[in-house]
């Protein structure tokens, strides 16, 4: 009923630049909350950036003043830019959605499948 497709991960040198995109379609009558997640080998999960539908947004510490997260809700598409990219960041990207399918019904968070990002020389 919902679909997340996540593009643009790859393999980048430290220092260089990824822009990643995340697009929701399908059964879908409001968004409110987007985010992106990652995870390393033997890491768990962590939240990296989130905005809300007001596009209020809030980052890990880890990539402060080098990420930033976005939205377009015409397009129900959140991005994230990532620069000035070390290899610490190198992981699987997830871009997690919440929404609301239907008139009163209640909401629900959606993951993409993941992309992964690798950052080497």
């Known amino acids: 009923q919902v679909q997340l497709v996540e593009s643009g991960g790859g393999l980048v040198q430290p220092g260089g630049s990824l822009r990643l995109s995340c697009a929701a379609s399908g059964s879908i009558l409001s968004i409110y909350g987007m985010g992106w997640y990652r995870q390393a080998p033997g890491k768990e999960r962590e939240l990296v950036a989130r905005?809300?539908?007001?596009?209020?947004?809030n980052y890990a510490d880890s990539v402060k003043g080098r990420f930033t997260i976005s939205r377009d809700n015409a397009k129900n598409t959140v991005y994230l830019q990532m620069n000035s990219l070390k290899p610490e960041d190198t992981a699987v990207y997830y871009c997690?959605?919440?929404?609301?399918?239907?008139?009163?019904?209640?909401?629900?968070?959606?993951w993409g499948q993941g992309t992964q990002v690798t950052v080497s020389s």
């Open positions: 905005i809300t539908s007001g596009a209020n947004t």
């Open positions: 997690k959605v919440g929404l609301i399918r239907t008139y009163g019904g209640r909401p629900e968070d959606y």
